[in-house]
């Protein structure tokens, strides 16, 4: 059983598009993380998230975390072929203890095409 | 401003051979986490590192894993008498604490290939 589950787990797009993918868990998380990959690299962190309601913007990505902080989503506008990769959440389960160690889901690889 | 830096990139070994990979964390960190990510699974935790001290290493086998972060020089995952099931790409991470709010940059990692 996959404590964060990322779906859709691929995603095929015509550059100019819109997309959403997300991040769900029936756990509580006292943080969650935005990492994408590229192939044959480590996962490149793009933002964390903390407070339940949290929506965080990064030029054409919105990142929101759940207010019950259970879920989160990340929203591209207008993607480009540069944003192709793969998007894996991580957060540390719980509202204490051990705060290092990290929980991935299995990703959304995203493919923008031009 | 290097980041977090992982040796070699790729490795290669016959089962029964020694593994060792190497992790030099980002500047100023002094946490060092290592993750394992198998074909068609999402990372897995392995062990977490300060200098000299191993704090958590729940993630680790039981057997063949080893890991460490001396004084000096990089942080060491050891896998002796490799297995096929071995075969992966193991990432090293590192933060500048462990404790409250903090964050973890991830190397390029090392592919691990038995044969």
């Known amino acids: 059983t996959q404590l964060l589950e990322q779906s859709p787990q691929f995603l095929s797009i015509q550059e100019g598009e819109n997309l959403t993918v997300y991040c769900n868990s029936s756990s509580v998380f006292s943080s969650l993380q935005w990492y994408r990959q590229e192939p044959g690299e480590g996962p490149v962190l793009l933002v964390t998230?903390?407070?339940?309601?949290e929506v965080k913007k990064l030029k054409r990505l919105t990142f929101q975390f759940g207010d019950a902080r259970k879920d989160s989503s990340l929203h591209i506008t207008a993607a480009q072929p540069g944003d192709t990769g793969l998007y894996l959440c991580?957060?540390?389960?719980?509202?204490?203890?051990?705060?290092?160690?990290?929980?991935f889901g299995k990703g959304t690889l995203l493919t923008v095409n031009p | 401003n290097a980041g977090v830096m992982q040796n070699p990139r790729h490795l290669v070994r016959r089962r029964g051979q020694e593994a060792r990979l190497r992790c030099s964390p980002m500047?100023?960190?002094?946490?060092v986490y290592w993750y394992r990510q198998l074909p068609e699974e999402g990372l897995k935790f392995m062990v977490y590192l300060q200098k000299e001290n191993i704090i958590d290493e729940s993630g680790m086998p039981k057997e063949r894993f080893s890991a460490e972060f001396p004084k000096e020089g990089p942080s060491i995952l050891r896998i002796q008498q490799v297995v096929r099931g071995d075969s992966a790409a193991y990432f090293c991470a590192s933060s500048a604490r462990g404790q409250g709010k903090y964050e973890q940059y991830f190397g390029p990692g090392t592919r691990l290939t038995v044969t």
């Open positions: 500047k100023g960190h002094s946490h």
């Open positions: 991580a957060g540390v389960p719980g509202s204490g203890g051990s705060n290092y160690k990290l929980t």
């Open positions: 998230v903390v407070t339940g309601g």
